[in-house]
């Protein structure tokens, strides 16, 4: 009961120390500039700090050590390469373009370039695929709380309803919470319980990495011996996981074969290159939760180093947060015979693994720490999410559509009552997750979380690309067909169509084209720029371009 209570105090100071944080910025968010970018005056640390913690999310807390646990190796780290060639490019060219034109909702500068109804469109896009894919991660740390209900009551565990309404509850009690100092504060808040929340973090995996060593006969060497399968430690996969039919090979050839492998493949090479590359030039280019960071910096260079250079501390975070689910998988593989392990169709439960070897091996205070550092990445992402949503929809259609007052206290107003309503939307998406999970246990976390916007974030990609690299091209009835176009692609591409009328009727809806491949998630993104950009292209300016190259 001791170990319980230190584990409440821990948690109990975080969020003191947080809501103290919002308070505090309260009174200095008098306009909107300071409300929505903090006046532009936020030192290039803490703008990293934050990005670092809207990446972090307790998606990739959870579902990251799942991946390594799965997997055995590091071979999800490769997308780490597409994220770095991707923060140079945006560092470049998107950045300098939202300095120079000075928005704040990064939507704006569409209607510069092309038009009102283009950067509607866009806003819409970003204001529903944000909220589905913020609103999924709500679920995942009520994770722990469930682990914990399981193990203080081993002989009634909750059942599949029960675990819904208690994740319900909690997701409620976060979101309310994180609501609360955004809504105050503004982006000033979030970012500096940013700073505080990625520190939690950094500690929590840290000491994640050494406990679980420490239990581990050997240590790392230990846990070596008994990592000696073919793709055990991996750090790189060249080839794709899913072997060619041998029918397919006779019918469409090899090549096509060993191409087809790897688009329905989700970690290899290619995709660190190629997928990962764009999945980050729409996260961190055209998505208003990321950018609107970016923007808090005093300069565009300053901008620069922050998004370049979270980009390298990614690197020994994904590193760590595998390395547990690798030890993990060692632990309970080899070290420990547990037959309470939570299980999922018949094995592990990937999803759950971490949390429960947190709720049943480790120490009280150690214990509160990784909590809270899963509050922590929970609260940071959730933060950004409202602030970004609520700003976007107000710049982008409230202001807009009811000729609000050129009123600043009157605007910030609105921005904090958006904050609330979004808040809102999120819980029910995070609701619907839950249930959802609760009634499919086998799903991915990091599946989930990404597939989210890989249906729709290539069209906002390929619309910011022709508005920056073209002078000429694109218009505002040929961007919408263009949009149009790419989701229509990476649906038809992922068989969501299929998936969706199965789950209806219980059968297919067409037949599949057996040429064509099932494409994973690092590649929606990309096969929608594609398509979205070469039909843009078709369309000529009507009027004087603002975009384009010339822009920076």
């Known amino acids: 009961m001791s170990a319980l209570w230190l584990d409440l105090v821990i948690v109990g100071i975080y969020f003191a120390i947080i809501i103290g944080i919002g308070w505090h910025f309260s009174r200095r968010s008098g306009n909107v500039s300071d409300f929505a970018l903090g006046g532009r005056s936020i030192p290039w640390w803490a703008v990293l700090a934050s990005i670092l913690a809207s990446e972090i999310s307790a998606g990739t807390f959870f579902g990251t050590p799942g991946e390594g646990f799965r997997l055995?190796?590091?071979?999800?780290?490769?997308?780490?390469?597409?994220?770095?060639?991707?923060?140079?490019?945006?560092s470049?060219?998107?950045i300098p373009a939202f300095y120079k034109h000075n928005v704040v909702s990064i939507y704006e500068f569409l209607e510069i370039r092309f038009g009102p109804r283009t950067r509607s469109v866009a806003s819409v896009i970003f204001l529903v695929t944000r909220s589905l894919a913020s609103g999924s991660r709500l679920w995942v740390p009520t994770l722990l709380m469930i682990v914990i209900w399981n193990q203080l009551n081993p002989e009634r565990p909750l059942g599949t309803w029960e675990q819904f309404w208690a994740t319900g509850g909690a997701l409620v009690l976060i979101t309310i919470l994180t609501a609360a100092y955004t809504a105050v504060g503004g982006i000033k808040a979030v970012i500096w319980t940013d700073v505080l929340q990625i520190a939690v973090l950094f500690g929590a995996l840290g000491f994640s990495v050494w406990y679980l060593l420490g239990h581990i006969p050997g240590g790392w060497d230990g846990a070596k011996s008994f990592l000696t399968g073919p793709h055990d430690l991996k750090l790189w996969e060249w080839s794709g996981d899913v072997p060619a039919d041998p029918e397919f090979v006779k019918n469409y050839g090899s090549s096509w074969g060993a191409i087809k492998s790897v688009l329905e493949s989700e970690f290899t090479v290619w995709a660190a290159l190629f997928g990962s590359l764009f999945v980050t030039l729409a996260t961190h280019g055209t998505d208003q939760d990321?950018?609107?960071?970016?923007?808090?910096?005093?300069n565009k260079r300053q901008s620069a180093v922050a998004t370049i250079l979270s980009?390298?501390?990614?690197?020994?975070?994904?590193?760590?947060?595998?390395?547990?689910?690798?030890?993990?998988s060692v632990y309970y593989g080899h070290v420990v015979n547990d037959p309470a392990l939570p299980m999922a169709a018949g094995k592990p439960d990937n999803t759950r693994i971490f949390p429960y070897f947190v709720v049943d091996v480790m120490p009280g205070g150690l214990r509160g720490l990784v909590v809270a550092g899963v509050l922590a990445t929970t609260m940071g992402s959730l933060g950004t999410a409202m602030n970004s949503l609520a700003t976007s929809y107000s710049r982008d259609f409230h202001f807009r559509w009811f000729k609000t007052p050129d009123d600043d206290h009157v605007r910030v107003r609105i921005i904090k009552l958006s904050t609330v309503g979004f808040a809102l939307v999120l819980i029910f998406v995070g609701l619907a997750t839950a249930f959802v999970k609760a009634h499919n246990p086998g799903l991915s976390i990091i599946g989930i979380i990404l597939g989210s916007f890989g249906y729709t974030y290539g069209s906002l990609l390929g619309i910011f690309m022709v508005a920056l690299f073209t002078k000429s091209r694109g218009s505002e009835t040929g961007n919408l067909i263009a949009m149009?176009?790419?989701?229509?692609?990476?649906?038809?591409?992922?068989?969501?169509?299929?998936?969706?009328?199965?789950?209806?009727?219980?059968?297919?809806?067409?037949?599949?084209?057996?040429?064509?491949?099932?494409?994973?998630?690092p590649w929606r993104i990309m096969a929608g720029t594609l398509a979205t950009v070469a039909v843009a292209l078709c369309f000529r300016t009507s009027k004087a371009p603002g975009g384009g190259l010339g822009i920076r």
């Open 311 to 328: 980009g390298l501390a990614d690197i020994p975070v994904t590193y760590a947060v595998l390395t547990i689910g690798i030890l993990l």
């Open 72 to 90: 055995r190796n590091y071979t999800y780290a490769q997308l780490m390469v597409g994220y770095l060639l991707a923060r140079l490019v945006v």
């Open 92 to 94: 470049a060219v998107f």
């Open 290 to 298: 990321m950018v609107q960071r970016m923007l808090t910096a005093k």
């Open 484 to 521: 149009a176009a790419g989701i229509i692609v990476v649906a038809f591409l992922s068989n969501l169509p299929n998936d969706v009328w199965n789950m209806v009727s219980g059968g297919p809806l067409y037949k599949n084209f057996a040429w064509l491949p099932v494409i994973e998630f």
